[in-house]
């Protein structure tokens, strides 16, 4: 019988988290109101993670066999067809999770089948990222997608919908995940350094500055100073012997994310003190879980 852990490290549950920080940045940026919704919400894009975890693991069990002998799948943990029956169950149960919330709104118009059309290209991006993303240079593209699709999911949920603030969130985190996913690229191989992935993860920053080109508020500048702070010690904390080994800094940069939707709300001034709480607690939680289990 497959142990409890096993299910945990197949789903990558430690960045769970990070997904709920996303759910809930674009429900404030669309000022979401119904409970239901946001439990939908909150418990479909979950579930989309977990799926698309586990599907990362059967595709990728040839590479474990070789780089990863200790991954559930070569280890013998858990037979490669019990995973991707999971990953399919998994992936459906989320897409109807969050379909259903555009029909929770009351509005009868065309819009309304909108969060299951960016459900659905949510779903294609997990898969198409995991079934040739070892071999495919844009398949960082369909990981930043993944999350980018989320943002458009809550915000079309409801009758204000998509707006500049959404887009900016949506733009913000693509380029982020996507510097993170490039960089990550070489962790088990080279150990190259990415330096365009590395401005992707900059990009954010300059960005924050540039939204509030007149002056930032103490609370803009607590969010700024966090998210730098965690960056700066991801790459210090991730050198042994003067050199920076690229697989450290990819769990603490997944952490950062939580952080970052905060950075994101600060900048549109749509943060309070509420809002600091909630998105430290995540990022807490977050590092705190990868220390048990595996964050990539």
């Excluded at 943002?151 to 959404?166: K, P, R």
């Excluded at 952490?255 to 994101?264: G, H, V, W, Y």
Aim: hydrophobic share 50%; charged share 10%; glycine share 6%.
């Amino acid at each position: 019988m497959t142990s409890f852990r096993t299910h945990l490290a197949l789903g990558r549950v430690s960045n769970l988290p990070t997904v709920w920080s996303n759910i809930l940045c674009a429900w404030i940026i669309v000022g979401g109101y119904n409970p239901l919704q946001l439990a939908s919400l909150l418990l479909g894009a979950s579930l989309l993670y977990i799926g698309g975890m586990y599907l990362n693991d059967y595709c990728d069990r040839d590479f474990d066999q070789e780089f990863r002998p200790d991954s559930p799948i070569p280890s013998g943990s858990i037979s490669a067809a019990k995973v991707q029956t999971f990953s399919i169950a998994f992936l459906l149960l989320g897409f109807a999770c969050l379909a259903w919330t555009g029909f929770a709104a009351d509005r009868i118009d065309w819009q309304r089948f909108l969060p299951t059309a960016f459900a659905a290209g949510t779903v294609l991006a997990i898969v198409l990222y995991d079934s040739n993303h070892k071999q495919n240079p844009i398949a960082p593209i369909y990981m930043a997608a993944c999350r980018a699709l989320l943002y458009l999911t809550v915000a079309s949920a409801f009758d204000n919908g998509i707006d500049l603030n959404n887009l900016i969130a949506t733009g913000t985190i693509f380029v982020y995940v996507m510097g993170i996913t490039f960089l990550a690229r070489t962790e088990s191989t080279t150990n190259a350094i990415d330096y365009p992935a590395l401005a992707m993860l900059i990009a954010p920053i300059l960005g924050a500055f540039y939204y509030n080109r007149h002056g930032l508020d103490p609370q803009q500048i607590a969010a700024l100073a966090l998210f730098i702070a965690w960056m700066a010690r991801s790459f210090l904390r991730a050198r042994v012997d003067g050199q920076l080994i690229i697989g450290k800094t990819i769990g603490p940069l997944i952490a950062s994310i939580p952080l970052l939707d905060l950075l994101i709300l600060s900048s549109l001034n749509l943060a309070t003190q509420t809002h600091l709480i909630i998105f430290a607690s995540l990022f807490a939680l977050t590092t705190a879980a990868q220390r048990f289990i595996r964050a990539s």
